[in-house]
Nanobody, 129 residues
Framework: QVQVVESGLVQPGGSLRLSCAAS????????IGWYRQVPGKLREGVAS????????YYADSVKGRFTISRGDARNTVYLQMDNLKPDDTAVYYC????????????????????????WGQGTQVTVSS
């Protein structure tokens, strides 16, 4: 089960942190990805953190503004979003991938939805003045 915590309305230039808690998994064995979707558009990968070494990947649109990281709890990942823009308004989803016995995500696969096994319910983030 994947649970996303935190949502909200924030002004342009503001910050928000999303949390993703995945039950039944540890980050030693699971990669975690963040996605977002705007009505009428395809869901897009935002960031991902790989199991084991914790290598991170980001979409070009969020590089330098968003940071994905692991929490102290072994099954929690955060998405820190800074300098938010109206274009960041979307429903944000967290997804997990069980890497045991599977190839690790790479720079060319981290954003592929089919690589992820479980998805959270999504949370609305609105950036508006």
């Amino acid at each position: 089960q994947v649970q996303v915590v935190e949502s909200g309305l924030v002004q342009p230039g503001g910050s928000l942190r999303l949390s993703c808690a995945a039950s039944g998994l540890t980050l030693d064995d699971a990669s975690i990805g963040w996605y977002r979707q705007v009505p009428g558009k395809l869901r897009e990968g935002v960031a991902s953190i790989r199991s084991g070494d914790g290598r991170t990947y980001y979409a070009d649109s969020v590089k330098g503004r968003f940071t994905i990281s692991r929490g102290d709890a072994r099954n929690t990942v955060y998405l820190q979003m800074d300098n938010l823009k109206p274009d960041d308004t979307a429903v944000y989803y967290c997804a997990t991938r069980d890497d045991l016995g599977s190839p690790l995500i790479t720079s060319t696969t981290w954003y592929v939805e089919l690589y992820y096994d479980y998805w959270g319910q999504g949370t609305q983030v609105t950036v508006s003045s």
